[in-house]
Every structure is written in C-alpha cells, then in structure tokens.
C-alpha cells in the first residue's frame, strides 16, 4: 500500500525556459516499494498529460485504480518487491502540485497568471524532487506519451540522473497534427462562456469546454479499428426503452457518442481546463531536437545510458515511425538502444492496456 | 564461453573469432544466442532484427536490440561505429546483397558472413534430377515462400568480394553440424562463413 499523499517543497525558485521562475513549487508525489540501503533502486515513472501520481494507488476523486496497476506492484512487471517507485504530478498539472489552480503568493489562484511551462520544466521539477528525495541515480526512468518526453529530456538534459530510460509510445517532437488536436481542444475550453479569460475558480468552471476537449482527444487516443469493434454503428437504447431506433434528433443515438460524452464528462470532475492549456502547450512546445541545436543525434551526445524504445503499431497520434526518428538518432549517437513496435488493437493507448507483449518488454529490461 | 558450444556452427565459430571487448553489430540477430555469447566475453553488442517477437526475447535477455530491416536500416548507423559486424545466414534475403555488403563494411572494420552455398552438391543434384527448385536440409522452405531472394554460390560471393573490393581473410565451410574442408568447398560445402574486411 502507498503511504499517505506526499509532497515536496522545493527550496529554490525553479527557472523556467520561458526566462520566469517558479518561487518554491510544491511536488506532489507517491511512492510504492522500500528504496533501498544505497538509493540504487529507484524507479521513477513520468505521466502522460491527464495522468496523476496515482500510478498504482487509488484515485483520490474517481475512486479508480491506479491508472498503471496492471503494471506497477508486487510481482508485477515494474515490481515492487525489488524497486522503489517514485510518480510526482508535474508541475502545471491539478492533483497537489504547483499549477494554475494554485494559490500564488498574493492569496488569489494564479489562474493565467501561471508562467507558461515546458517539458524541460516539469522534468527541472522533478530532479528538485529526486534531489530532494536524495536519489542521485536512477535505475531506470520510464514514461509512456508526454511522460516518454519527460523521459527522453530526462535523458538529453540531466544524463548522469538515470540508469536506463523507457520510452513508451511516445515522441521526440509534436508534429502539426499533435498541434492542431491539441489547439481544438484548447479553442474548446476557451470558446466556454464560463472559462472568463482563465478567470473562473470563484463560480462555475468551463466544464463544457473541457469535456469537448477531451472528447477530441480522446479519438486520438484509440485506433479506427478498435473504435469499429467495440462500438461499429450500433446505437444506444432509447431512454422509452426502444432499442436500436434513431431519435431523428441530436440526442447521443450511437454509443460512440455516448461514450465519448461520457468519457468527457467524467474528465472534468478530476482535471482542471486551466491545466489543460499548460500541459497541451508544453507538449506542443516538446521539440527535442530544436533545444539541441536542430540535430536529435546531439541531444545524446555521451550518454552512457541504456534505452529501450517501444512503439504499437495501431498508434497513430505517436507513430512507429516518430520512434524509429528517436531511435535512429540514438544510434548515431552511439548509445546502446533497444527498440521493438508491438502489436495491439488499442491505439496510443495500448500502453495503458492489455498487452502482454508489452509486460514481457519492460520487465526484460528491468532486469 | 557460455553457451558457445550451444550455438549453431557457424556462430560458434564467430564467436571463438570476435575478439573479447570488441564492438560488435549483429545484422539479423534472431533471438540473440550469438549476442549473449558474445557479451559474455565483454563485447559490447547491438542487433537489428525484422522479427518483432525474437526482438521482445532480445530485450527480455537484456540485449540492445533494434527491430529494423537491415535493407533499410543499416544506413542510420555512424561509419566505423563497430569492430566487427555480423551477417548470419541473412545476405540471401538481402534486396541488395552487394549493398549490404558494402553497408557491414561501412559500419564495421571487419565482418562476418555467413550463407547458404546453393551449389551444393544436393541442391545441384536436385535441380538437375527433379527439375525443380531444392528444398533441402539447409534450404528448408519453398521457392514461392522462402525469404532467400537471392540465393548465391560460394563463387558467386568471392566474384562479388572482388568485385567490391572486399579482402577474404578466413573461411570456413560446414556440412551438417560439422565443419569441412576447405576443398572443393562449392561442391562439398553446405553452408560457408568468411572474415571480410575493407581492402
């Protein structure tokens, strides 16, 4: 069991890329499995844009497993008999640490005020955390989607901190196409009467906006082919108990669009739309390459690390071809890298999901 | 050694070949048998293999191992980035065999290359009494399914060497399990293993 929720004050003002800093931002975070006599053991699992600490431990608002269970715990592949697991929501981020919805200084929620944040920020962040936590080296870092960037600028910008590096389904730039999702999502929330300019943790929060947000997202995150199986044309029963009739009206008649209200709903009661805009811009701003002088190659330049690549081929929001990019760039630079593209239905994501093939990948190369 | 003795022939002769803390490519690694011998003499070893599932035993064994087509792949590794590079049994499904050649000498010094000879005396021996493509012990697989899209003779690869400029430094032939002789190898031999390196 996770100990009680933890956080971290950092001592220092965090710099930002932006040329701002962050006076003494809080680090949520927990921990699972016994950190060992020499910190050697220490695991630490970066999480994608809606992902929290709660990687292996109950959802504090959902009441849902861990989003990652299935992966971290006792005998599980990332097992916590042997490691020390360590996930801290990033900064900009709504479930404890430092983000729009906190209070600044002055005693008001620093709503747009928020200084704008890249990934390289969030990962400066959690090296205060693990400084904090006096880890110097990791065993192995690991994310799958932003938490794979957060990975690999782990690797690029603070080498000696990790042992190995996991990057899962992810990418080493946004393309225009992870832009232009990402900028509907955003023109969603702030289309919301109720969004104010950023302005609204007072009244009513632009819970509208948000669930259309994520609703667009969400198609992102499945393949056609999965969307197909589990929903096809089939249509919901009608609240009369008719089934399978059209209303000839806009209510949600396919179960595709029940879904997806669904799943947008239930969204905004645990993330923050403020939050949202951060994190969606951070990562449209994730260019690897481009803060290494325009050569990805150089962004590993004497790495001693090992890597370990992992693409699905039904994920078409990071594709394969953006991991071998990485992996590509990885050899040139001479770093030992392992990269393999698994088979599942699910889209990008499969990480999250049931893939057998993928529980064999991480636990081999934890080994 | 571990595990050398386990190897298939060819492999094993690599290994007792590749000198301990070289850097090492495998181009077609399979399951990676030849890659933990040889980290087990303090290589340092990468592979490329097509197959994604003997690429996820790669990486359970803890190997680096790239799934890529070497066809293709091969390109995005640095000039001289290895000691020796490894081509077992693979030149003949190559889409360029003379490229990929060319390719093992760029990224490696020095390289290792094994193949099927199709003019084995029981390949010939049945194209000429059956009239039809071999399936033989070493040649398995139907001609409408085989990935050996270019089958060679051991003439053929010492023609295309010089050709390209490639110096043979050793050979070794098998037959079976057991190694051979080296003469009338392309009549006798199996399969052939050479040491290539750069003129």
Redesign the interface.
């Known amino acids: 069991m996770p100990d009680a929720p933890q956080s971290l004050r950092l001592t220092t003002p965090l710099p930002l890329d932006s040329g701002g800093e962050l006076a003494a931002p809080t680090i949520a975070y927990e921990t699972y499995g016994e950190l060992n006599a020499d910190r050697s053991n220490a695991i630490l699992i970066c999480h994608a844009l809606t992902g929290d600490q709660y990687v292996a431990s109950t959802h504090p608002i959902t009441g849902k497993p861990g989003w990652w269970a299935r992966m971290v715990g006792p005998g599980k592949p990332i097992d916590t008999d042997r490691f020390h697991v360590i996930c801290a929501n990033v900064i900009g981020s709504c479930l404890g640490s430092t983000g729009p919805a906190s209070v600044a200084p002055d005693g008001q929620p620093y709503a747009l005020r928020f200084p704008v944040i890249t990934v390289r920020d969030m990962v400066r962040a959690l090296v205060g955390l693990l400084d904090g936590l006096g880890i110097e080296r990791l065993y192995c870092a690991i994310g799958g989607s932003m938490g794979g960037m957060q990975a690999l600028s782990l690797a690029a910008n603070w080498p000696e901190r990790a042992a190995r590096f996991l990057l899962i389904a992810t990418t080493a730039r946004h393309s225009a196409q992870n832009i232009a999702f990402h900028e509907v999502g955003r023109q969603a929330i702030m289309a919301d009467p109720r969004w104010n300019g950023g302005d609204y943790y007072a009244g009513e929060a632009p819970d509208a906006g948000l669930a259309v947000a994520r609703m667009a997202a969400h198609i992102t995150y499945l393949s056609e082919d999965g969307l197909t199986e589990k929903f096809g044309r089939r249509l919901q029963d009608r609240p009369d108990g008719t089934q399978g009739a059209k209303s000839f009206g806009f209510d949600a008649d396919f179960q595709i669009e029940s879904y997806l209200r669904y799943q947008g709903n239930g969204f905004t009661k645990r993330f923050d739309a403020n939050s949202y805009l951060y994190i969606t811009r951070a990562m449209d701003y994730f260019d690897l390459a481009d803060e290494h002088g325009g050569r990805l190659t150089d962004a590993f330049a004497g790495t001693t690390a090992?890597f370990?690549v992992v693409s699905f081929d039904s994920d078409w929001l990071y594709p394969t071809s953006e991991s071998?990019h990485m992996?590509?760039a990885l050899?040139?630079a001479?770093a030992?890298?392992?990269?393999?593209?698994?088979?599942a239905p699910f889209g990008h994501d499969s990480f999250l999901l049931d893939v057998p093939?993928l529980d064999?990948?991480v636990?081999?190369?934890l080994? | 050694m571990t595990g050398i003795e386990k190897l298939r022939p060819d492999l094993a002769v690599i290994a007792r070949h590749v000198a301990p803390g070289s850097r090492v490519l495998d181009v077609g690694c399979g399951d990676g048998a030849l890659m933990a011998a040889l980290r087990s003499q303090d290589c340092?070893v990468?592979g490329i293999e097509i197959d994604?599932a003997l690429?996820?035993q790669?990486?359970?064994?803890?190997?680096?191992?790239?799934?890529?087509d070497a066809d293709r792949?091969l390109a995005?590794?640095?000039d001289g980035?290895f000691d020796v590079a490894i081509l077992s049994q693979t030149l003949q499904t190559a889409a360029r065999p003379d490229r990929m050649l060319a390719e093992l000498l760029r990224v490696g010094r020095r390289a290792f290359v094994s193949f099927p000879n199709f003019a084995y005396w029981r390949t010939r021996l049945a194209l000429l009494t059956q009239g039809r493509m071999p399936v033989t012990r070493a040649l398995p697989v139907s001609w409408y399914e085989t990935t050996n899209i270019h089958h060679m003779t051991i003439k053929d690869f010492e023609v295309l060497a010089g050709d390209l400029g490639v110096k043979l430094r050793r050979r070794w032939y098998f037959t079976g399990d057991r190694r051979r002789g080296n003469g009338s190898a392309n009549w006798r031999a199996e399969n052939a293993l050479y040491e290539i390196e750069r003129n």
């Open positions: 090992r370990c071998r992996v590509q050899n040139a001479g030992p890298v392992s990269f393999v593209e698994l088979s093939a064999r990948v636990k081999g190369f080994e | 340092d990468r994604g690429v996820e790669c990486v359970a064994r803890g190997l680096s191992v790239v799934q890529g792949d995005f590794y640095p980035g």
